[in-house]
């Protein structure tokens, strides 16, 4: 697949081993630069002329990177890419740290709010109230790698947020390659994605499973890779009804190659659109394939 990877976001983050000059010269030429971040199934042409938003918008997400435990080095990547996308596709971005934005009111200005690897306990409960009255009345939520529930992960103490995420975390591998088996083809988070896509990334074991009470949308191979204990059937991205909202997660996402790569940006683009239901795909929990096997 044909892919050109934005010049824009490499200027802001360059990769470890460039000299302070090169860094500083590529600094430099940022505002000058305009390179597409895309992949075939993206809309090419983006950041053109300095203008931050290409196309009008046509809703409006919220990026919330908040952490009060394991703080991933990629999130500032991680937001300028996800704002990246959003002029590339119609879509404004407002990104904050600040738990005060979490009032009915505010919340309603948005189509969906996006948990960018948040850690720990950071909503009140009134805070707490209002994102899930936002979810269960039609708003969507997307979850990326660190924002899942659980100890040492996201929002632990909130029996409604693991229900939504519906798995625990439990620790995680090291950052090695592995296989990822995309099941569901046609959700519009894995739509041009490879069956078979190989990739590293830092891969999350937990505690339940979301078969029976999402759609998996895809499964890491733990025979790929070492420090898996999930078993045959690891799901790694899923989605699913709430209320009237979605909800739509992924654990993979935890280095900074990962905002550099456009299968990846791709996947959560297509999370995104989905859960703001500017995009559609069939939500129905799925059982496990039967080529999978049993544990």
């Known amino acids: 697949m044909k892919a050109r990877i934005s010049r824009k976001i490499q200027a802001l983050y360059p990769r470890r081993g460039e000299s302070g000059a090169s860094q500083n010269q590529t600094r430099?030429?940022?505002l000058k630069t305009s390179v597409a971040l895309s992949v075939s199934l993206l809309v090419p042409a983006a950041l053109r002329g300095g203008n931050l938003l290409e196309t009008p918008a046509?809703?409006?997400?919220?990026?919330?990177?908040?952490?009060l435990g394991y703080r991933h080095a990629n999130i500032p990547l991680g937001v300028e890419t996800i704002r990246g996308l959003g002029a590339e596709h119609g879509f404004a971005v407002d990104a904050t740290e600040d738990s005060?934005?979490?009032t009915p009111a505010n919340l309603a200005?948005?189509?969906?709010?996006?948990?960018l690897s948040v850690t720990g306990d950071v909503l009140n409960a009134a805070q707490e109230q209002a994102l899930k009255d936002y979810v269960l009345g039609g708003g969507g939520f997307v979850g990326i790698h660190g924002a899942l529930f659980g100890p040492s992960a996201c929002l632990d103490k909130w029996?409604?947020?693991g229900e939504l995420c519906c798995v625990t975390f439990k620790n995680h591998s090291a950052v090695?390659?592995?296989?990822?088996?995309?099941?569901?083809?046609?959700?519009?988070?894995?739509v041009g994605l490879p069956e078979t896509w190989r990739r590293t990334d830092e891969w999350y074991n937990y505690e339940g499973t979301p078969r029976g009470k999402a759609r998996v949308l895809a499964?890491?191979?733990?025979?790929s890779y070492k420090g898996g204990t999930v078993g045959l059937d690891h799901p790694i991205s899923w989605c699913r009804a709430a209320g009237k909202g979605i909800m739509w997660y992924t654990a993979m996402g935890h280095t900074e190659e990962s905002f550099r790569e456009p299968l990846f940006l791709a996947h959560i683009l297509g999370g995104i659109e989905l859960a703001a239901g500017v995009r559609h795909a069939d939500l129905t929990p799925n059982a496990r394939p039967a080529a999978m096997g049993k544990d």
């Open 109 to 115: 200005r948005y189509k969906a709010v996006v948990f």
């Open 58 to 67: 046509k809703f409006r997400v919220l990026v919330f990177s908040k952490t």
């Open 219 to 223: 499964t890491v191979d733990e025979s």
């Open 100 to 102: 005060s934005v979490f």
């Open 28 to 30: 430099r030429g940022f």
């Open 176 to 190: 090695v390659p592995a296989e990822v088996e995309v099941e569901d083809r046609s959700n519009p988070s894995t």
């Open 159 to 161: 029996a409604w947020y």
